[in-house]
Nanobody, 116 residues
Framework: QVQLAESGGGSVQPGGSLRLSCAAS????????MSWYRQAPGKERELVAA????????DYADSVKGRFTISRDNAKNTMYLQMNNLKPEDTAVYYC?????????WGQGTQVTVSS
């Protein structure tokens, strides 16, 4: 079975940093593109960042460009999201996603709260 497990969320002050991880199992991890999404209270889920299977190409939402970095370690079956200079508007539940053919798998989500 495909499983995605996020970790690394927490509470931080504005300007702080967090590193999220997404551990995958049940798939040949190195053959799939992956992405991070987030959902804030009262808003729809939105794409934050995406990365190709070998990590050679990345894409970011305009709101996080220059502050967040997506990466992956295929030997460890893990994807990461380094979040720097966090802002209150980054507060959301962050989800890991992979699309495998006609199927889409999501992690359980990890909460990120940015407040003073």
């Amino acid at each position: 079975q495909v499983q995605l497990a996020e970790s690394g969320g927490g509470s931080v002050q504005p300007g702080g940093s967090l590193r999220l991880s997404c551990a995958a199992s049940g798939i040949t991890f190195s053959t799939y593109a992956m992405s991070w999404y987030r959902q804030a209270p009262g808003k729809e889920r939105e794409l934050v960042a995406a990365i190709t299977s070998a990590g050679g190409s990345t894409d970011y939402a305009d709101s996080v460009k220059g502050r967040f970095t997506i990466s992956r370690d295929n030997a460890k079956n893990t994807m990461y999201l380094q979040m720097n200079n966090l802002k209150p508007e980054d507060t959301a539940v962050y989800y890991c996603k992979v699309k495998i053919g006609i199927f889409t798998s999501w992690g359980q989500g990890t909460q990120v709260t940015v407040s003073s």
